[in-house]
């Protein structure tokens, strides 16, 4: 979805506006983040994401 690792996606809500907030996992070191809490990997093997998503597809901050 945006690294150069494996992203795994384990849970999916929608919105009743449409958008979706996905959770799972990726092996990427260089995940894109906006206004993340944390802005670079902790260097370990799985790191938690969690991507929400307009209703159009795109990526919301």
């Keep these: 979805m945006g690294g150069s690792g494996e992203d795994l996606f384990r849970a999916c809500t929608v919105t009743q506006r449409g958008e979706a907030t996905l959770a799972g996992s990726t092996t990427s070191t260089d995940w894109p983040t906006v206004n993340a809490q ?8 799985d790191e938690v994401i969690v991507a929400k998503l307009r209703r159009a597809g795109s990526k919301a901050d």
């Design 38 to 45: 944390q802005r670079r990997s902790a260097g370990g093997p």
